[in-house]
């Protein structure tokens, strides 16, 4: 009989080992260094003849007890955590790529791993391309006898379309490339993209894993052997979560479930009422019915994510108004908290980009994201009423 037990309940007890005090929650191991028995003791230990914690740069037992449910929750072999989703994902990219690699990634992406692609990255000559999230069928155009990493994320980020990620493991298996999944919005309680091929998945833990806008945290987990890649660069490099956001996170994901869920109820009454509100051009959602890649979403996603994006008549300004107008909801660039979150992405994190180059992405002046929180929907939907007029 297997050992492996339910989602919840992996999130709830993977633990680590009791101490002589018993406690019920883990405790917190805020020690930046662990003590050796002896010499013997201390060149087998860095020998990695035996697993144990020997600096938290490399390994901390919080941050194990973090990587291990998330292990657990994606089906992935292995893991490291970071202090941040960017330093996830930088380390990742940094720690597989060498000078004349190559990156076909969607060009839907997170700001800050655009700038990564486009600023950083080519400064080690590492170059990247881009294919639209509604056409996978062009992905295999892109690929160079020098390409690695198929990169993508899924719901993305804000335009709300979801790529295939079937697709993007068949073609990643068929030109031997890893496949990087940032799992940011999905959370691994809506989507395993292991189970579709992906080689590592990303996350960014300050959203919906912490989910209470408190810590950042980061974390990168998958396949053994790029792991070990991943964590040998980090350890040398620094990037390492602290032991007291470790606990936190891993508390988090203790009520990760139950959370998620509601937010996805929440999320879907929102995208309901504004479908059906005059002032409102179209809503994405991946679980209404209109959403473009809805039957895609359904067989990868397990409800829809807490995040909707809808556009309003009138552009820009009609985008500054409604946010004015908001009473109850936060203006805030984060998202995935137990707090309803507002943006109005031509207006302020994407206002640098030309319209023409907005429109690439699917950001249409009046695009507007909700990160649907977790207040009672009534009050929700109450504020974004009176806000619409
Ligand atoms: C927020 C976010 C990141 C970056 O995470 P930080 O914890 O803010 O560094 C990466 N990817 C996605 C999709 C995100 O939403």
Redesign the pocket.
């Known amino acids: 009989m297997s050992n492996e037990k339910q989602f919840e309940t992996e999130a709830i007890r993977t633990q680590l080992e009791r101490t002589g005090f018993l406690e019920h929650t883990s405790p917190i191991y805020l020690t930046s260094s662990f003590v050796f028995e002896d010499a013997e003791d201390m060149r087998a230990s860095f020998a990695e003849e035996k697993e144990r914690n020997i600096y938290s740069r490399f390994t901390n037992p919080n941050t194990s007890e973090f990587v291990d449910k998330i292990c657990k929750m994606e089906g992935a072999e292995a893991g490291y955590a970071f202090a ?6 930088f380390s990742t990219f940094a720690a597989l790529l060498k000078s004349g690699d190559h990156i076909v990634s969607a060009r839907s ?2 700001g ?2 655009h700038s990564l692609f486009t600023k950083y990255l080519p400064k080690w000559q590492i170059t990247t391309s881009y294919f639209n999230s509604n056409e996978p069928e062009t992905i295999e155009s892109f690929i160079t006898p020098n390409t690695k990493i198929l990169y993508a ?1 899924s719901p993305t ?1 804000p335009a709300i379309d979801v790529i295939d990620l079937e697709i993007l493991g068949n073609i990643a298996k068929k030109h031997n490339l890893i496949l990087i999944i ?1 799992n ?2 999905a959370t691994p309680y809506l989507q395993q993209p292991i189970k579709f091929g992906a080689h590592l998945v ?1 996350h ?4 919906l894993i912490d989910g209470q806008g408190r810590v ?3 974390v990168t987990v998958g396949n053994a052997n790029l792991i070990r890649e991943i964590y040998l660069f980090s350890r040398n490099t620094g990037p390492a979560l602290s032991p007291f956001n470790a606990w936190m996170l891993s508390k988090s994901l203790e009520t990760l479930a139950v959370r998620v869920d509601k937010h996805c109820e929440n999320a879907m009454k929102v995208a309901e009422f504004l479908e059906n509100h005059p002032q409102v051009n179209w809503v994405k959602y991946p679980f209404l019915k209109s959403h473009p890649q809805y039957e895609v979403a359904k067989k990868q996603m397990k409800l829809g994510g807490n995040i909707v994006a809808f556009e309003l008549k009138g552009g820009i300004e009609a985008g500054r108004k409604f946010l004015n107008a908001i009473k109850m909801c936060s203006l805030s660039a ?3 908290d137990t707090r309803t979150i507002v943006t109005h992405p031509a207006s302020t994190t994407h206002h640098s980009l030309a319209e023409a180059d907005r429109l690439i992405v699917n950001i249409t002046d009046g695009l507007v994201r909700i990160s649907v929180g977790l207040e009672h929907v009534d009050d929700i939907i109450q504020d974004l009423q009176q806000a619409l007029i």
């Open positions: 941040t989703g960017m330093s996830a994902v992406i997170f800050s791993t994320e980020n940032d940011c919005f990303i960014s833990a300050t959203k950042l945290g980061g984060n998202l995935g």
